[in-house]
């Protein structure tokens, strides 16, 4: 099956800079890649995903980037803010019924 | 966050017993999922349905049993026979066509001793 490794597993920075988050999967034939936020004490939400038709995606002060050749893809947050501090989980799926997801990685911004 | 709920919010059982948690949409969601999860280990499946009366194993269904009578309800008993099923779960759905977004319920937090 899928195998999501997501690092690192926690990550601080300054308010105002930028976040950056790695994973890595197995399946050549995964092709949908989502990026769930957890804040504590709440349920995940989806705040962007990206299909293995495109290599960029953005909304806003995120991004997400895909490598498929690699198989890697990566979270990016600029001007990272105090209410960005939560959990971050990667998934992947290759028929949009089963994900896989990465351990998460806790991103501390600090004001 | 309304549209799927899950209950009770924390649940305390005794080893040998087993439980159901209960998890409800009201979405016209298709798909729906049961997660389980683990300090540093992420979301990992148990089980998932995409159609009433029809539901797979996933990664980690073993001492777990599942439901789907009716396209609302999702219903996860864990069993004696989960060795370890302290832990937080979390029910989700989905739409199985156009927006593959999960929608997670609130969670259970299940503590065996």
């Known amino acids: 099956g899928e195998n999501v490794e997501q690092h690192p597993s926690t990550l601080s920075v300054q308010e105002g800079d930028s976040a950056v988050i790695k994973c890595t999967y197995s399946?050549?034939?995964?092709?949908?890649f989502p990026w769930y936020k957890q804040e504590l004490g709440k349920r995940p939400q989806l705040i962007i995903d990206?299909?293995?038709?495109?290599g960029e995606k953005k909304d806003q002060r995120i991004a997400v980037t895909l490598n498929k050749t690699a198989k890697h893809f990566s979270l990016h947050i600029t001007e990272t803010q105090p209410e960005d501090s939560a959990v971050y989980f990667c998934a992947a799926s290759n028929n949009f019924n089963k994900f896989y997801f990465g351990s998460g990685t806790k991103l501390n911004v600090k004001p | 966050d309304g549209g799927i709920t899950q209950s009770p919010k924390y649940l305390f059982r005794k080893e040998g017993q087993n439980v159901t948690l209960s998890c409800e949409q009201n979405l016209n969601h298709d798909a729906m999922y049961w997660y389980r999860q683990d300090p540093g280990q992420g979301l990992r499946l148990i089980y998932y349905?995409?159609?009433?009366?029809?539901?797979q194993k996933g990664d980690i269904a073993e001492g777990y049993s599942v439901s789907r009578e009716k396209k609302e309800s999702f219903p996860l008993t864990v069993t004696s026979a989960q060795k370890n099923p302290t832990a937080f779960y979390l029910c989700?759905?989905?739409?199985?066509?156009?927006?593959?977004?999960?929608?997670f319920g609130p969670g259970t937090r299940l503590t065996v001793t």
């Open positions: 349905s995409q159609i009433v009366n029809d539901f």
């Open positions: 990206i299909r293995s038709n495109v």
């Open positions: 399946d050549s034939a995964s092709n949908y």
């Open positions: 989700a759905s989905s739409i199985e066509t156009g927006s593959y977004e999960q929608y």
